[in-house]
Every structure is written in C-alpha cells, then in structure tokens.
C-alpha cells in the first residue's frame, strides 16, 4: 500500500501564492498518472491538475496560475499556485495512479490538505 502525504496548504490573501508538495512512500517511477484534485464544500471533487506521462492537463480555471511537476527523484509531485482566487479554496488531495488505456491499475490518494483564499 503506497502512503501519500500532502503538505503546503493554509490560508493565504487573494493574489497571493501557496505551494503543494506531495510525498509517496514508494517510488513514483511506478505511476504514470499524477496529479491534484480539490473539492470545495458542498461540490463534487474535481480535477485540478494531472501529470500523465510526460504531458499536463489543467481545468481551465487554473490555466495561467497553476503549476504541476513531478521529481521521480524525490517521490514527489508538487503543485505550484500563484494569483490565488478565494474560489480556489478547497480541500486539495494528491493522486497517483498506472493506468493502462483508460483503466487505472491501482489508484492512491492522499488524506488532503486545506487551502483557503481570503478575499
């Protein structure tokens, strides 16, 4: 079982800057598919971020603002958040998974961290 740990999270000021590191237990040679996903109170968890071999994939409220990168290296996969917007606040949770075509043959996710925007 592969353990993943989020850290980085708080509460910052509108316009402001946070980063999210992700650390796994295991080496991250064996996900092809990292990312960030945020579910705010009240909503469905969504996809912020992925990192699916070697291309990235951003939902189009983050485009511009949000950074993704993985360090196979470290075992960690970081999201860089720059020009913070109160309605980006939500729980972030780290993924890591293999998928083969589009089935995911195993699928890992962290306990999550709080980010919270004030405006």
């Known amino acids: 079982q592969v353990q993943l740990v989020e850290s980085g999270g708080g509460l910052v000021q509108a316009g402001g800057s946070l980063r999210l590191s992700c650390a796994a237990s295991?080496?991250?040679?064996?996900?092809?598919?990292m990312g960030w996903y945020r579910q705010a109170p009240g909503k469905q968890r969504e996809l912020v971020a992925t990192i699916i071999n070697r291309g990235t994939n951003y939902a189009d409220s983050v485009k511009g603002r949000f950074t993704i990168s993985r360090d196979n290296a470290k075992n960690t996969v970081s999201l860089q958040m720059n020009s913070l917007k109160p309605e980006d606040t939500a729980v972030y949770y780290c993924?890591?998974?293999?998928?083969?075509?589009?089935?995911?043959?195993?699928?890992?996710w962290g306990q999550g961290t709080q980010v919270t925007v004030s405006s």
């Open positions: 295991d080496t991250t040679l064996r996900f092809n598919a």
């Open positions: 993924n890591a998974r293999f998928i083969v075509g589009t089935t995911p043959l195993y699928d890992y």
